[in-house]
Nanobody
Framework: QVQLVESGGGLVQAGGSLRLTCAAS????????VGWYRQAPGKQRELVAI???????NYADSVKGRFTISRDNPKNTVFLQMNSLIPEDTGVYYC????????WGRGTQVTVSS
């Protein structure tokens, strides 16, 4: 059974940084696209960043230049380094993995105060 466990969320002031971590188990991680989505209150879940097995990356326009996604295949882990955070980045951040089926973590809260 695939499990994704996020960590690293919290409360930070605008301009600050956070690093999210997602640990995966129960799947062949290195062959799977993995990434991060977020959901702000009252809004739909949206893609933040995704990284392919070949390390190609894709980012939402709103986070380009500020966020960096990376993966450590031997450790079955994906990271999201978030810099220059703004209040609009506030939301629940979900880890995502696709290996023919889509899997989601339970989410970690990120709150950016102005």
């Amino acid at each position: 059974q695939v499990q994704l466990v996020e960590s690293g969320g919290g409360l930070v002031q605008a301009g600050g940084s956070l690093r999210l971590t997602c640990a995966a188990s129960g799947t062949i991680f290195r062959f799977s696209p993995v990434g991060w989505y977020r959901q702000a209150p009252g809004k739909q879940r949206e893609l933040v960043a995704i990284i392919a097995p070949g390390y190609n990356t894709n980012y939402a326009d709103s986070v380009k230049g500020r966020f960096t996604i990376s993966r450590d295949n031997p450790k079955n882990t994906v990271f999201l380094q978030m810099n220059s955070l703004i209040p609009e980045d506030t939301g629940v951040y979900y880890c995502y993995l696709n290996n023919k089926n889509a899997y989601w973590g339970r989410g970690t809260q990120v709150t950016v105060s102005s």
